[in-house]
């Protein structure tokens, strides 16, 4: 009974070794597989990484293109501003001058309505 006993034994050992054995393999196996969808995820995230990378790099170079539009415009903006303003001046220098004509035109009718009224009263002496 002894050896029947040692046989079973045995037997059950070399059994629960080759289950243990599968189930080794087989978890390889599943780790393997499961290593080898996380690659592909990891490529397929790099990849989406590398586009939205490159269109980061496109939306920068537009962003810089319109900052360059701005400055431009707000330089354009600041000169005609300058320009406006030099052009009031000018044009209140303007008004001031014909304003002071108009003043000059007015003594000028005066002193020629007086100096008529005298030759007409020296002409009525005659």
Do not use: C, F
């Not at 034994?9 to 070399?14: E, G, P, Q």
């Amino acid at each position: 009974m002894s050896t029947l006993l040692i046989v079973v034994i045995v037997v059950a050992a070399l059994v629960l070794v080759v289950l243990a054995s599968r189930a080794a393999r087989r978890a390889s196996a599943r780790r393997r597989v499961e290593r080898e969808r996380l690659t592909e995820r990891a490529g397929a995230h790099r990849d989406e990484a590398q586009a939205h990378a490159a269109k980061a790099s496109e939306l920068a170079e537009q962003e810089q293109a319109a900052r360059t539009k701005a400055a431009a415009a707000e330089e354009d903006a600041a000169r005609l501003a300058r320009l406006a303003e030099q052009k009031r001046d000018r044009a209140r220098q303007l008004d001031e001058e014909s304003d002071a004509a108009s003043e000059r035109v007015r003594r000028e009718r005066e002193r020629a309505t007086a100096h008529g009224l005298k030759a007409d009263e020296i002409n009525d002496e005659l």
